[in-house]
């Protein structure tokens, strides 16, 4: 599932898009419908990856102006942002609400972001989403 994100997004960048990304960024999360899950934060793992606008290559000589390019501490930060909000009772709406913010992101286009509980009893789960600035749910 997550080969398909990354396939969508290597067209995306094939058609001209930079890729931004962040991969196996875990933090505690308060997180869960069921109720032997609200005794805690439990250690959710985001795997985010991002095409923006292609940036123009700047004259020669002169760096990167850092306004011409997402910074993977965009979506750290949004990640983080989201998470302080509280309780969630679904990983669905938890990666919703972070790709939104995402695309908030003047450069963003589409994001393709992977959240997973990492603390199950007997196996990992979670969603892999994927938005698109300007479409229906981005």
Not at 125 to 131: F, L, N, P, S, V
């Amino acid at each position: 599932m997550w080969s398909k994100a990354e396939d969508m997004l290597r067209l995306a960048a094939h058609e001209g898009a930079d890729i931004v990304f962040v991969s196996e960024y875990v933090l505690p999360v308060r997180i869960g419908a069921y109720q032997r899950e609200r005794h805690g934060p439990q250690k959710v793992r985001f795997d985010m990856t991002v095409a923006t606008r292609p940036r123009a290559a700047p004259p020669a000589g002169e760096p990167v102006k850092l306004e011409d390019v997402l910074s993977y501490d965009a979506l750290t930060d949004a990640i983080e942002t989201i998470v302080a909000e509280g309780h969630f009772d679904l990983v669905e709406t938890l990666a919703e609400k972070i790709a939104a913010r995402i695309l908030e992101e003047p450069l963003a286009e589409i994001v393709a972001l992977r959240v997973e509980k990492l603390e199950l009893e007997k196996a990992r789960a979670g969603t892999t989403i994927i938005r698109r600035k300007g479409t229906p749910g981005a």
